[in-house]
C-alpha cells in the first residue's frame, strides 16, 4: 500500500510570492489534513477535510491561505503571498476508517 | 478548549536506561489520546492510542503508556531504549464529537552510548 505522498519536499520564495503544495492520500482514505509545523514545534491543524468538503478550517489565515480538495482525493494548498512568517513544515495527513493519521513526509518552506 | 502540554523539550537518556516522557492534557470531557513519533527524516508515525478501560496501553517497538484522569496525564514509558529510539515525541489528544487532533510541542528523545 502506498503511503501519503507530498510535493514538492522543500520550496524557498522570496516574501510576497505564491506557493502551492501538493497532497496524495493513501488510496480509499475520506479525512485529509493539512498542518504547518513551524521548527521545534507541534504540528497546526490548517483545514482538514472529509471528501471534498471542508469540516474545519477555523485555523487557516484565509486572507492568504486556500486549501481544496475537489474530488475527495487529492488535496492542494496555496499560499498566495507568502511571509517569513510562513517558513514552517507544512504535513499532509490522511485518516481512514480507524482512528490513525497517516502523515506524508512533508514539504519544508522558507520564506526570504 | 482543549490542550496538551509536554514540558520536557528535550530527554537525554543513556542506551539501555529506562524512559519516561511526560504528557498533560487539558479537556473537560473524556479525552481520546495518542502518542506519535517523528524519526527523523520520515513522517510522524502512531506510537500507540488509548480510548477507554485499563490505564496502561501497548504500543508498538515496547513502548507502553499510561493515562490518568486525576492527574490529567498520559505519560509514555519504555522499560529500555536502544539508540534508534533517537525522534521526537509528540502527545496528541482528540476529543470526543470530531476527528480534530491537538498535538503538544513535542518532546526530542537523544539515546546515547
Known amino acids: 500500500e502506498a503511503g501519503v505522498t507530498q510535493s514538492p519536499r522543500y520550496a524557498v520564495l522570496q516574501e510576497g510570492q505564491a506557493v502551492s503544495f501538493w497532497c496524495d492520500p493513501i488510496?480509499?482514505?475520506?479525512?485529509l489534513y493539512w498542518y504547518q509545523q513551524p521548527r521545534d514545534q507541534g504540528p497546526q491543524l490548517l483545514v482538514y477535510?472529509?471528501?471534498?468538503?471542508?469540516?474545519?478550517n477555523s485555523q487557516l489565515p484565509s486572507d492568504r491561505f486556500s486549501a481544496v480538495r475537489p474530488k475527495g482525493t487529492n488535496s492542494t494548498l496555496k499560499i498566495q503571498s507568502a511571509k517569513q512568517g510562513d517558513t514552517a513544515t507544512y504535513l499532509c495527513?490522511?485518516?481512514?476508517?480507524?482512528?490513525?493519521?497517516?502523515f506524508g513526509p512533508g514539504t519544508r518552506l522558507l520564506v526570504l | 478548549a482543549q490542550s496538551v502540554t509536554q514540558p520536557d523539550a528535550r530527554v537525554t537518556v543513556s542506551e539501555g536506561a529506562s524512559l519516561q516522557l511526560r504528557c498533560k492534557y487539558s479537556?473537560?470531557?473524556?479525552?481520546?489520546l495518542f502518542w506519535y513519533v517523528q524519526y527523523p527524516r520520515q513522517g510522524l508515525q502512531l506510537l500507540l492510542k488509548?480510548?477507554?478501560?485499563?490505564?496502561v496501553v501497548q504500543g508498538v517497538n515496547g513502548f507502553e503508556a499510561e493515562f490518568s484522569k486525576s492527574n490529567s496525564s498520559f505519560h509514555l514509558r519504555k522499560a529500555s531504549v536502544h539508540w534508534s529510539d533517537s525522534a521526537v515525541y509528540f502527545c496528541?489528544?482528540?476529543?470526543?464529537?470530531?476527528?480534530?487532533?491537538?498535538f503538544g510541542a513535542g518532546t526530542r528523545l537523544k539515546v546515547i552510548a
Open positions: 477535510f472529509r471528501d471534498e468538503a471542508v469540516i474545519d
Open positions: 479537556y473537560s470531557g473524556t479525552p481520546y
Open positions: 496528541v489528544l482528540r476529543r470526543t464529537g470530531n476527528y480534530k487532533y491537538v
Open positions: 488510496s480509499g482514505h475520506d479525512t
Open positions: 495527513a490522511s485518516r481512514g476508517g480507524q482512528d490513525t493519521q497517516y
Open positions: 488509548y480510548y477507554s478501560g485499563d490505564p
